[in-house]
Each structure stands twice: as structure tokens, then as C-alpha cells.
């Protein structure tokens, strides 16, 4: 019996090296790391990247169909600053365009608002309430500026992507130009997609090359969006 309950951790941890050695090996070999250079631990210590990869694990078998994706693309305004889409696929229906809002609590908004409001419990009937800039509006502007970089007729596609963990209490889209939905919902959402102009292999590719360079950005490209976007969403939830 001693025996017994001095093997069973051994057991125990030895399935967790091998648990997390099968998915780090599944995870370098994905279209995610050879793009982003996130290191496995990173992207599970990291409440953005983790949603972002999230969004590609759910549709990376579109791959085998032909499709691209790109991540976390620093696009340049006309200002000199920058906008950050997270999550890029370029496929034979058009260019998803996924905003990824991994948050939790609960999620209240419409696309008619400047600001939306998470609300977070913290106790027994109390709360915290986080405001944050209508992400409907965001990537927009995020599709508006790609389309300065894309064919005239190809189609984007804006969707807009909360984690599972929250729930939306009040959330009302009206916008026939994006969608609004939880992650879970994604391969549905692509799959309804219907786009008679298809395109080819060969225009997904150029499309991709094109883009790629935006994704491979310098440090500091990233570190002053970051300063800027931090700018930008206190006078956006402050007005």
C-alpha cells in the first residue's frame, strides 16, 4: 500500500511531462508558431495571444482547402501610426478579418456605442465594470485600412470574437458588415460564407506575400502601437 502512494505521483507526473511534450510538439508545428514565434508557454501565459491561437486551432484545418493565415499585422495609417489586426485568414470566399476580445464576465454593447462594458464579479452582489472601445467600430477601421492593401474586388469579411468564458448580457448588432460572436462559433461562421467570385490558389498566395512583411514588424513598431492604442482607448472611454 506505502508503495502504492508513492508510485501514483510518480505516474501523475510523468503523464503531465507527456501531456504538455505531445502539445508543445503539435504547437511548433503549426502555421501559428512559424508566423508569430510565440513560444508555447508564452501564448498559454497570455490571455491575447491564447485567443488569437484559439481562433487558428479552430479553423487550421481550412490550411488543407488552400487558406493563409496571418497574424497580429501592423497595417500603417496615413497619421504614421499603426492598426494591429489579430487574426487574418485569406481564403478562396474572400479575407476574414478576426477581432479577438478574450474576455470574461459578462458583456454588454451595441454597434451604435462608442464604449461597451464588461462587468466582472468581485464578491457577493458587487462588481467591476471595464469599459472598452466598440470593437464593431475597430475592425471596421481595421477592414477599411486592409481594403488599401487588397484587390478592389476582393471581399473582406469583419468578425468580431469573444473568449467562451463571458456571456453577452445586452449585445445588439444591427451591422450587416460584421458579425459578433463567441469563438466557439467560428466554423460556423466561416462556413456560411457563399462568395461566387472565388479565388485561386495563385491570388491567395499573392495576397499572403504581400501581407506577410506586415506581420514580421520590428519591436518597436509593436511597442509604439501599444503606447498609441493605450492613448486611444483612454480619450475614446473617457469622451
Known amino acids: 500500500m506505502l508503495y502504492f502512494f508513492v508510485f501514483l505521483p510518480t505516474v501523475i507526473i510523468i503523464g503531465f511531462i507527456v501531456y504538455y511534450a505531445i502539445n508543445i510538439y503539435k504547437y511548433n508545428k503549426t502555421s501559428y508558431r512559424a508566423i508569430t514565434n510565440n513560444s508555447y ?18 479553423l487550421k484545418d481550412y490550411e488543407k482547402e488552400g487558406c493563409r493565415f496571418l497574424f497580429n499585422v501592423y497595417l ?27 474576455y470574461s464576465g459578462w458583456i454588454f454593447g451595441n454597434d451604435n456605442q462608442k464604449n461597451w462594458t464588461q462587468v466582472l464579479p468581485t464578491g457577493i ?11 464593431v467600430w475597430q475592425n471596421r477601421t481595421h477592414c477599411c485600412i486592409l481594403k488599401q492593401y487588397l484587390p478592389q474586388d476582393i471581399v473582406i469579411h469583419s468578425v468580431v470574437l469573444f473568449s467562451d468564458r463571458c456571456t453577452f448580457k445586452n449585445v445588439t448588432v444591427n451591422a450587416n458588415d460584421v458579425v459578433v460572436a463567441h469563438h466557439c462559433e467560428v466554423q460556423e461562421i466561416v462556413n456560411s460564407v457563399v462568395e461566387l467570385n472565388l479565388l485561386s490558389k495563385n491570388e491567395i498566395e499573392q495576397i499572403y506575400d504581400k501581407l506577410y512583411p506586415f506581420s514580421q514588424v520590428l519591436e518597436e513598431v509593436k511597442q509604439h502601437h501599444l503606447e498609441d492604442a493605450s492613448l486611444f482607448n483612454i480619450n475614446k472611454t473617457q469622451k
Not at 487574418?88 to 470566399?93: A, G, K, R
Not at 452582489?125 to 470593437?135: A, Q, R, V, W
Open 41 to 58: 508557454f508564452d501564448v498559454m501565459n497570455d490571455k491575447g495571444k491564447l485567443g488569437e491561437y484559439e481562433i487558428y486551432r479552430s
Open 125 to 135: 452582489g458587487e462588481s467591476h465594470k471595464d469599459h472598452f472601445y466598440n470593437p
Open 76 to 102: 500603417p495609417k496615413t497619421n504614421g501610426k499603426t492598426v494591429e489586426l489579430d487574426v487574418l485568414m485569406i481564403s478562396p470566399v474572400g479575407v476574414f478579418v478576426f477581432e479577438s476580445k478574450n
